[in-house]
């Protein structure tokens, strides 16, 4: 009997270490196809949403995903007003207050997108492009070597990916950053294959994040995440999301 006893006591407190009592958060994200976007029914799909929506039912809780334009997403987690962010790349600005997990959620290559018709040279080093306009999306990270030379650099924003695309094709820009997967998949979402291309170096290799908002101080399910995701980049879910969606995530 007591035998019994002291099992069900470390069994509790191991349930309560491994923080498996469910919870309900809010994670909110951005318009990035094919990582995170909202389908025709309304419905919140892409290969980063079902990683974090695989790993945290693992982990006993349940989420809603809420899409929103980044600048918006980031507010509402600094204020609290939403638990977690994704996929945000890492930058001394956003760690004042967001909470990153140690685990890289997605590693994206950043490449640069110009006009066929256009000669643009580039070599890797962005100093090769100072003397042309880039088209940026407002708010978005494009890497550490980017946000560095960000203010030497002729810099026209917009809303979106899709815009910045446009202002290419008027001449208002001449090259524009973007993850492979996400400008491959809207170059071809547009029917720009024929007209836009993309340079053949990339600029960076950069590591994205789930970031848990700080002002909740999440850093224990932070934690959890990262100890499951761990676990989950060996199941064979984690491999069957990657084959759905035809791609192969770099590590």
């Known amino acids: 009997m007591k035998l019994c006893?002291?099992?069900i006591i470390l069994n509790f407190f191991t349930i309560l270490n491994l923080g498996v009592f469910s919870g309900h958060y809010k994670f909110v994200t951005i318009e990035f196809f094919p990582l995170e976007y909202t389908d025709s029914m309304g419905k919140v799909k892409g290969i980063a949403v079902e990683i974090v929506e695989n790993i945290m039912r693992n982990l006993g809780h349940t989420i809603e995903i809420e899409v929103y334009p980044w600048t918006r997403s980031l507010l509402l987690v600094k204020l609290g007003?939403?638990?977690a962010i994704f996929t945000a790349y890492q930058n001394p600005e956003r760690e004042?207050?967001?909470d990153y997990s140690k685990e890289v959620l997605i590693w994206q290559i950043i490449y640069f997108y110009?006009?066929?018709s256009k000669k643009i040279g580039f070599s890797g080093n962005l100093t090769d492009l100072k003397d042309y306009r880039i088209g940026v999306v407002s708010t978005i990270s494009y890497g550490q070597i980017f946000d560095e030379l960000r203010k030497e650099l002729m810099i026209d924003t917009a809303p979106s990916l899709e815009v910045s695309l446009n202002q290419l094709l008027i001449g208002r820009v001449d090259i524009i950053p973007s993850n492979t997967y996400v400008g491959d998949n809207t170059v071809m979402k547009?029917?720009?294959?024929?007209e836009v291309k993309k340079l053949s170096v990339p600029?960076?290799?950069v590591p994205s994040f789930i970031a848990f908002s700080k002002i909740k101080k999440l850093t224990n399910l932070r934690d959890?995440?990262?100890?499951?995701f761990k676990r989950f980049k060996k199941s064979k879910e984690y491999q069957h999301i990657l084959d759905k969606y035809g791609i192969q995530l770099i590590d």
């Open 190 to 194: 547009l029917g720009l294959e024929n």
């Open 81 to 83: 007003k939403a638990d």
């Open 203 to 205: 600029l960076e290799k």
């Open 114 to 116: 110009k006009l066929r």
């Open 224 to 228: 959890q995440f990262d100890i499951e």
């Open 96 to 98: 004042m207050y967001l």
């Open 5 to 7: 006893k002291v099992f």
